[in-house]
């Protein structure tokens, strides 16, 4: 066995043994167990490479010394980091790490591991897809996913990327091209003439790492950096090939391509094991935070002296739209209030206790914490205002985009309420606003799925 130390968001490290086959997965699963975390697949191992991050500096960026590392003044940047696979074995990964080196792992949630398998999801639009253009067709996300994980009629993926040219500091867009054999890029616009492909990266003996702030640490042209990072590479920047796309769907395309390309159908049944699992019973042991997810959602019925949850079919549908014409009777009428007994100050503050509620943090902090744990539709959190001292802010992503919605206390008639649209929709407290937008997406653009959370390790 070897002592794996893993952190956590906090920045706590917890030490626990691993033997040569443990893999991402089973390490996970250890860890929500022993953190008492809510048990679901979106927990992940994410690599990260803290030395990458205080290595070369652009010109011009920070106050260092004139080599380029990073003095008192710089603000501290991300390093690269990679999300494990979940039948990766973590002693061999972390025996990759150079002797020294400050690389770790870090366990938070990824709510985008497994979103390429999802039949709503849209990661590759078709101009950046060979065989979408070859057949001139629209081609359904299922038929696309399909053809990867076929051996037989792999699609290439294509598109600009910009590239640093090595020994300079300079940008160049270049048309890429990826394929089982590697990647490669076009020497004479987008020619895709043997004569004027160059060879790039070999996908089985390299691994390709998310950049964040890529222009503070590399000075890219755009925030949606990446880099691959080949096996024999060890440490320092010199060995990584630096990539540069144009916007996070055209990232989102790339990193999505290589994991296909890389893993194929084992990638695959990793995500059919986490979906088996979901649906086995979890262990017997201490109960942990309740979760208002879909997954977790039952029909009820409070109509009586005790609530009994509802198995018939039409039932639920009947049930379903007697309590949506009660909220649409609560909320939607502007001079309606909640119960005065709402206004308690237990009532005003119960959402601190909520693992979606992160307090005081910034702006900034929020869209780096959503972006780390997935940019996918529904992903938010709620948050103080640090301009309204008595507002709070829902922070939603929402098409790969974080968006953030003002809500306002305020009181009549002595009882208090919490909205967003100007005190058309009102709530008790901010639980009840939170759950509301998990069944009905209201003034949102779509409801909200997912919480950020950090747990303590």
């Not at 309740?290 to 409070?302: I, P, Q, T, Y």
């Amino acid at each position: 066995c070897q002592v794996v130390k893993v952190f956590g968001e906090d920045g706590a490290c917890r030490s626990l043994e691993a033997s040569a086959g443990t893999t991402a997965r089973q390490l996970c699963e250890t860890l929500v167990r022993r953190t008492r975390a809510l048990h679901d697949h979106s927990w992940a191992l994410v690599e990260l490479h803290q030395h990458l991050a205080l290595g070369e500096r652009p010109w011009g960026h920070g106050r260092g010394t004139a080599r380029g590392t990073p003095g008192p003044a710089d603000p501290p940047v991300p390093p690269p980091e990679r999300c494990l696979e979940d039948h990766e074995s973590v002693v061999e990964v972390q025996s990759s790490w150079a002797p020294g080196a400050d690389s770790r792992f870090v366990f938070r949630k990824n709510f985008a591991k497994y979103e390429l398998f999802k039949s709503n999801a849209s990661l590759f639009p078709e101009v950046m897809v060979s065989s979408c253009l070859e057949a001139n067709k629209s081609m359904a996300h299922s038929e696309l996913i399909q053809n990867f994980l076929n051996s037989g009629s792999c699609p290439e993926v294509q598109g600009f990327l910009q590239l640093r040219e090595a020994g300079r500091k300079v940008w160049k867009r270049f048309h890429f091209s990826l394929r089982r054999s590697g990647l490669y890029y076009s020497t004479k616009g987008t020619s895709k003439d043997p004569r004027h492909l160059q060879y790039f990266a070999d996908l089985t003996e390299s691994n390709i790492y998310y950049v964040t702030q890529g222009k503070k640490l590399y000075g890219t042209p755009t925030e949606f950096g990446f880099c691959i990072k080949p096996h024999k590479v060890r440490s320092g920047v010199k060995g990584l090939k630096l990539l540069c796309s144009e916007d996070e769907q055209s990232r989102s395309c790339w990193m999505a391509a290589f994991r296909l390309f890389k893993y194929g159908m084992q990638l695959y049944r990793n995500y059919q094991q986490a979906q088996a699992r979901l649906s086995q019973p979890p262990w017997i042991g201490p109960t942990p935070l309740r979760s208002v997810s879909d997954n977790a959602l039952v029909a009820m019925d409070f109509s009586g002296c005790t609530g009994r949850v509802i198995e018939n079919p039409n039932e639920v549908l009947t049930a379903a739209l007697e309590e949506a014409q009660a909220w649409r009777k609560k909320t939607t009428h502007r001079y309606s209030l909640p119960a005065a007994c709402h206004s308690s100050p237990l009532s005003a503050a119960i959402h601190r206790t909520q693992p979606w509620f992160h307090g005081r943090i910034s702006r900034e902090d929020t869209q780096q914490l959503i972006g780390r744990q997935g940019l996918v539709d529904g992903v938010f959190l709620v948050r103080e205002s640090q301009r309204n001292p008595k507002g709070f802010v829902l922070s939603l992503c929402h098409l790969q985009r974080i968006k953030h919605y003002l809500i306002l206390p305020s009181e009549e008639e002595g009882r208090l309420y919490f909205t967003m649209d100007d005190g058309q929709t009102r709530f008790a407290d901010l639980i009840q606003l939170v759950e509301f937008h998990q069944i009905n997406r209201g003034i949102l653009p779509c409801k909200l799925r997912h919480y950020c959370t950090c747990v303590a390790l």
